[in-house]
């Protein structure tokens, strides 16, 4: 059963650098494979710098849009499920890798002034003005929610400010992680309301094709999902 560390680029994920591997699989979001060379997976997106991209060694992964596209298709796509790292890299990890835990460490979509990436400073590519991040918040609650009908426990080992809603938990606590309870008629309704306004995109690219998708209706959608965890 695997419990996968999900390593993003804030600060204190050099933090990681010394813990002892009591997760099965390192899953290295962009920069972050930087932090240690042990990492099992490292994901990034098409428009990810070249010279940031690392050499896999034996039994080393790298994945791209050609792999977690298709996985995050599986799970709604990205207009529903939030085109940011964090979660395109927790969707193809439920798609493919079918863990028991997934770990969020440094993924917490906070940017207070001053140092905003471990290496300095980047982007804060999460506060964009994008019709998929207009509820950051409810985007990890439905995250949590598909994950728990895979029997998949989304938790967070930051101790900071987050965005995400997943429960906190510690590195030698993982493996008594189990899915975060909610509520099971309102997830119903809102992946119903998610059928009927079929926001699908198969390429991925939903920035093409704005004009299809109604702001009011993926903010109401969002509320369906705030409230799945009330």
Known sequence: MTVVLMLGSAPMALQAVGWPRRFDTLLAINNAHRIRPDWDY???PWDFPPDRIPTPRPGQTLITETDFVPAQNAHGGFVYAGATMAYTA???ALHTLRPRVIAAFGCDMHYPPGQTHFYGQGTPDPLRADITLRSLEAKSVRL???AARQGCAMVNLSSGPSRLLFPRTTL???LAAKPHPLDAAKVEAALTREAA???QTPTGRYWEDLPRYDIAEI???DALWLACAE
């Open 90 to 92: 927790a969707y193809w």
């Open 144 to 146: 949590m929610a598909l």
């Open 42 to 44: 490292a994901i990034y």
């Open 197 to 199: 306004l079929n926001y």
């Open 219 to 221: 903010d109401a959608l």
């Open 172 to 174: 030698a606590d993982l």
